[in-house]
């Protein structure tokens, strides 16, 4: 349940006739009142001889008995409750109660207190209600208001509980302003899958992640097809910016343009600049491929995609000690990598990854202000994958597009538990939705190349599995046995065969590999185990299966053939 108070107004009539009419899309049906402060105020949707001047007339006249010093310049309150999708439809019974409870619980009509403000509760859809109250009361008492927001807030959380709906976090005003109502009948007309808010919002967390400057940002929505208007001081200097869709328009055919700020508190243009302010903030404008990846022959994006997940694991060695300032910009800059990963992504694991990317959104921003400078890496990663181009998602970027992803998987939790220990509700429930995202991505992702190092793994002597079974289990006593049951095993053996013929030590690797706690909540131990070397040891993520050797038997069986097309060949 979502209740939200609207702008104070000064014209009752005019949001009468909003409520009762049509809609900005036709979308308001069967308008008509279910609460009123008298339980007896007329009803224009249901009383044909009921006008609406007459309730406005009704619910504004504690102002007429009041000289103009006294009445309150903006004396409309308007507030909406409305429940989400999954929620069970209400009767007009039940939203009346809910309409009498949210008054009483902003101070406007609270009757314990005796008679209070006038006002009235709008039905005109099956999922919401509108209040409207006159601020005024015919003594000239107007209603304390301060905090009204937080009340009605805690009101809709304990409505929640009886009446059996979806229960929602607390919020903390850190979140991005949501899409109203015409917006998404606007949408749903036009067949778009999210409104133009949420698109802009997308777009403009993709051009900003990984960007080293003001121009790469602009330059990056003009390149996504964006509508940009700047608002510049007579000093020269840019103050801000609106971007709009280009076939989003109003009902004159104008663009509908949208300030960074009313995307989301953290894309106004002062807040994107702090990303970058700061000798220790500022990013390359190029990108240094000298990695061990790239040095071996990889392509770009499976190089962006490795040191994406090196630069994870930093951020989740850092993240549990960190203060809380500095562990905010490591979080804030893990949805940045995130926007960059979903943006460069291949077709079968490109909707989880937006999907994780746009939940992370949330969790990335609260009113612990990130000390900007020490997410470096992970902008540094963002940008690379940017640049690194498009995976194809098979091969080695395909394998490592796995790899980054089970590295993020484990940082999201961990900021997830942060967010937890802080208390933030909001933000805690989105980076887990997030984790369920990545965690779809990931099993699409890792399937090919995790089943070539198992096939591997199949082929390797007994020895040489023996071998590497003592090396876990004096390494991971304690995990030893639960991962050899694993069908990964065997993909980790390679692995740290691998290893150990690149001149590593594998129970030295094995070791410091599981250091970590977020080992313990992953589904396959051998699978997390793997990649972690793979990254750490430099190894290719996507190891080709060898040849097999032909047996003699084979042999002898095609030496006739071949002596005979010999034959053939010389005859001719």
């Known amino acids: 349940m979502v209740p939200k108070i609207h702008k104070r107004g000064t014209r009752t009539i005019g949001l009468l ?9 036709e979308e308001h049906v069967d308008p008509h009142l279910v609460a009123s402060w008298d339980h007896n105020a007329p009803d224009p949707g249901r009383d044909p001889k009921a006008t609406y001047q007459q309730l406005q007339q009704l619910l504004d006249q504690p102002l007429a008995l009041l000289d103009e010093r006294q009445r309150a310049k903006k004396h409309v309150w308007h507030l909406s409750v409305r429940n989400g999708p999954t929620d069970r439809i209400l009767t007009d019974a039940e939203w009346g109660d809910v309409a009498r409870r949210m008054v009483a619980a902003a101070g406007i009509d609270d009757p314990e207190q005796g008679a209070g403000c006038r006002w009235v509760a709008v039905r005109h859809a099956d999922d919401h209600i509108h209040i409207v109250a006159t601020l005024m009361r015919e003594d000239g008492y107007k209603p304390d208001l301060d905090h009204d927001a937080a009340r009605v807030q805690t009101q809709a959380r304990a409505l929640e509980v009886e009446l059996g709906l979806r229960r929602l976090n607390k919020g903390d005003g850190t979140g991005a302003k949501r899409p109203t109502s015409a917006e998404r009948y606007k949408a749903e007309r036009q067949g778009r899958e999210r409104t133009a808010r949420e698109e802009l919002r997308e777009t403009v967390r993709q051009a900003v992640a990984g960007a080293a400057s003001e121009a790469e940002f602009f330059d990056r929505l003009s390149a996504a097809g964006l509508l940009i208007r700047k608002r510049v001081a007579p000093s020269g200097d840019l103050l801000g910016y609106k971007v709009a869709l280009p076939d989003d328009r109003n009902k004159d055919g104008d663009p509908v343009f949208y ?62 000690t960190a203060d809380d300032s500095v562990a905010a910009a490591h979080i804030s ?130 020895t040489v599995l023996r071998r590497q079974a ?101 005859s001719r």
């Open 333 to 462: 800059a893990t949805g940045e990598v995130l926007d960059a990963l979903a943006a460069s992504s291949a077709a079968h694991t490109r909707r989880e990854l937006r999907e994780a990317a746009w939940a992370f959104e949330r969790a990335s921003r609260s009113h612990v202000r990130a000390a900007r400078g020490h997410d470096r890496v992970l902008r540094q990663a963002a940008r690379d994958l940017v640049h690194g181009g498009p995976a194809l998602g098979r091969g080695e970027d395909g394998a490592t597009t796995a790899m980054a992803i089970d590295m993020l998987f484990f940082l999201v939790t961990a900021a997830a538990h942060w967010h937890a220990r802080k208390n933030h509700a909001q933000q805690a429930a989105a980076a887990h939705q997030a984790a369920e995202h990545l965690r779809a991505a990931y099993l699409t992702a890792a399937v090919p190349p995790l089943a070539g190092h198992r096939r591997r793994g199949r082929l390797l002597g007994r």
């Open 259 to 320: 300030p960074g700020a009313r995307l989301a508190p953290d894309l106004s243009l002062p807040r994107i600049r702090e990303r970058w302010t700061g000798e220790t903030a500022s990013l390359p404008e190029t990108v240094n491929d000298a990695s061990p990846t790239a040095a071996s022959g990889s392509a770009a994006p499976a190089a962006a995609r490795r040191r994406s997940a090196d630069a994870a694991w930093q951020a989740l060695l850092v993240l549990e």
């Open 470 to 570: 003592l090396v876990l289990q004096t390494a991971l006593p304690e995990n030893a046995e639960r991962i050899l049951a694993e069908p990964g095993w065997h993909a980790l053996a390679a692995t740290l065969a691998d290893a150990e013929n690149a001149g590593h030590s594998p129970a030295e690797l094995l070791t410091d590999a599981a250091r970590q706690r977020e080992l313990d909540s992953a589904e396959s131990l051998s699978d997390v185990l793997v990649w972690r070397l793979r990254r750490s040891a430099d190894l290719p993520a996507d190891a080709p299966l060898p040849a097999r050797k032909r047996t003699s038997t084979q042999t002898s069986a095609h030496a006739p053939r071949r002596e005979q097309g010999q034959e053939n060949r010389l």
């Open 17 to 25: 006739y909003y409520l009762y009419g049509p809609g900005k899309a």
